[in-house]
């Protein structure tokens, strides 16, 4: 089972920028697409970009023009560049590693980092 471990989060205030890493335990190019979620209190996890193994990239309305999903295949890690924050930003990150070859329906977690956007 693959590990995830995001890191990267912390307090910014509005109009500020992070960047979260997301550093997996084995070869990313094993997982047909990487994605970063967030989950804000009382709120559903929603997923907030994705990245395949080709370098496509996908991404939510709401962080569309401001957020940036981009991969190291060296490294095996994933980031999100997070600029132009707002305080509806603030919640856990997650980081998702899913489907492999032997496996579509495969799905790995890591344990979230949080961000709060607020002045």
């Known amino acids: 089972q693959v590990q995830l471990v995001e890191s990267g989060g912390g307090l910014v205030q509005p109009g500020g920028s992070l960047r979260l890493s997301c550093a997996a335990s084995?070869?990313?190019?094993?997982?047909?697409?990487m994605d970063w979620y967030r989950q804000a209190p009382g709120k559903d996890r929603l997923l907030v970009a994705r990245?395949?193994?080709?370098?496509?990239?996908n991404y939510a309305d709401f962080v569309e023009g401001r957020f940036t999903i981009s991969r190291d295949n060296f490294k095996d890690t994933v980031y999100l560049q997070m600029n132009s924050l707002r305080p509806e930003d603030t919640a856990v990150y997650y980081c998702?590693?899913?489907?492999?070859?032997?496996?579509?329906?495969?799905?790995?977690w890591g344990q979230g980092t949080q961000v709060t956007v607020s002045s």
């Open positions: 998702n590693a899913a489907g492999t070859q032997y496996d579509p329906t495969f799905s790995s």
């Open positions: 084995e070869n990313i190019n094993n997982f047909y697409v």
């Open positions: 990245i395949n193994r080709g370098g496509g990239t």
